[in-house]
């Protein structure tokens, strides 16, 4: 059977079911169309409250509002068709706003590579009209230990250690965690909770079909989910691992930027901080992340002195495919190349190779990769990978030391771009410089990442 997309005029977003007593949520979405329609259900399942707290339901019931409604682009994106139709209660018009954006710039990689005719700008319908947003006098910034979202790299490494520094106790919270985010969460002993993402298994067998296929805004729905689990259990405010680098454009499309990392970019976070003062009556300091002012290198020489993390650790994204229970880096994609690289001026070669298995700066079938990581390809990687002028210091700084100058790719990019044998300094500003932000950080929080200035 060929999958036509064509058959389909509106996507919908049918209902969000909050089970109290389980703390489960069970989604249900519509791919509609005159002739054809498909159904899809997603459930999740929350750590459940301890004895004796009260939920904030009504806060609760807002955020799981716009959570499915972006949790539903995972369907949606089957065959993205021009009505996008919410018939769930309780979006409110600045949902809809912070939705119709996370379409278009979140799905703005889906669109380019689908190539399809430009951003998705599907017309947004609200039949029954939208919620009345919570009045500006009752929004709150949750107080109690942070939870902090985990995924088994070294960000969110960098922000428990921070936190627990400056005498705090984070809560690490993981969705759908495999063996790797629990052996990295475990060696602290912070307590690590979760919840479970049930996907429809029908969007795989359509997508085997030959239905649209592509990347998701996966950062703004793992946040949203982290905000209910935080309102859920009552902690405090949701702290990200978001650096400064997410920002930056993969590339330009007709004028336009595609992010792959747009959900972790400022500007998405900034949109989330708008969005959930009137959708859940939160200020903007219900979430935000601790290293938004900081480069990828900042966070790397923080996180190589953290040498207890360093056999366990992993931010290749093919240890986290669907299936994957435990698995390290492959040594061999555009996340490991770029976090070998950005590790390896403060660590010595013995150590980062065998954190790896392997010492990727010595292989030359890693060259290709590193020439895109500086620039020299067409445009930057679609993976999560920092700056090219993060990558090109880099490389200077190890091109001068004695460990690394004589590997094999160092020689290689050395002999193909000289300047990597001279200082940047307008560059290495650039990268180990404080990133101003007009983004809202609670008082207790603001100083503690300066000490990776």
């Not at 428990?160 to 969460?185: D, I, K, S, T, W």
């Not at 601790?290 to 002195?305: C, D, K, N, T, V």
């Amino acid at each position: 059977m060929v999958f036509d997309i064509h058959v389909f005029t509106e996507f919908r977003y049918l209902a969000a079911r909050i089970d109290r007593a389980h703390t489960r949520v069970d989604f249900d979405f519509e791919l509609w169309g005159p002739h054809h329609s498909e159904t899809f259900r997603e459930s999740l399942t929350f750590t459940p409250v301890r004895e004796g707290h009260a939920i904030d339901w009504p806060r609760v019931e807002g955020l799981v509002a716009i959570l499915g409604a972006v949790i539903g682009l995972s369907y949606y994106k089957v065959a993205a068709p021009p009505r996008y139709v919410i018939s769930q209660p309780g979006m409110t018009e600045v949902g809809v706003d912070y939705l119709r954006a996370v379409i278009a710039h979140g799905l703005a990689e889906f669109a380019y590579r689908n190539e399809l005719t430009g951003l998705l700008e599907p017309e947004i319908v609200v039949p029954g009209g939208c919620a009345t947003p919570f009045p500006v006098a009752s929004h709150v910034t949750p107080e109690g230990d942070p939870l902090v979202p985990i995924g088994g790299g070294k960000d969110s490494v960098v922000t428990v250690e921070l936190l627990a520094a400056a005498r705090m106790h984070p809560v690490q919270f993981a969705v759908n965690p495999n063996q790797v985010m629990y052996r990295v969460g475990r060696i602290k002993g912070h307590p690590i909770i979760s919840a479970t993402r049930d996907l429809d298994e029908r969007v795989l067998e359509l997508n085997a079909e030959g239905a649209l296929n592509g990347h998701v805004p996966v950062t703004a729905i793992n946040s949203l989910i982290s905000l209910v689990q935080a309102r859920i259990i009552g902690l405090g405010p949701v702290v990200m691992s978001l650096e400064a680098s997410a920002s930056e454009a993969t590339l330009v499309w007709d004028g336009v930027n595609v992010n792959h990392q747009w959900s972790k970019s400022e500007e998405a976070e900034g949109l989330l901080h708008d969005m959930l003062g009137p959708q859940a009556g939160l200020s903007a300091g219900a979430y935000f992340s601790l290293l938004r002012p900081y480069s990828e290198i900042q966070i790397a020489r923080y996180f190589s002195s953290l040498r207890e993390y360093h056999p366990v650790i992993t931010s290749c994204n093919r240890a986290f495919r669907r299936g994957v229970d435990d698995a390290r880096w492959c040594a061999d994609c555009d996340k490991c190349r770029f976090i070998f690289l950005i590790l390896a001026p403060f660590m010595a070669s013995s150590a980062l190779t065998r954190m790896f298995a392997d010492n990727l700066l010595d292989n030359l079938s890693q060259v290709e990769g590193y020439r895109a990581l500086l620039g020299l390809h067409q445009h930057r990687p679609f993976e999560c990978v920092g700056e090219q002028a993060e990558s090109m210091v880099a490389l200077t700084w190890i091109a001068s030391q004695e460990d690394w100058k004589k590997s094999a790719v160092v020689k290689v990019l050395v002999e193909e771009i000289p300047e990597l044998q001279h200082p940047h300094p307008d560059l290495e500003e650039q990268v180990m410089g404080h990133r101003d932000s007009a983004l809202v950080m609670p008082n207790r929080f603001e100083h503690l990442g300066t000490i990776l200035a």
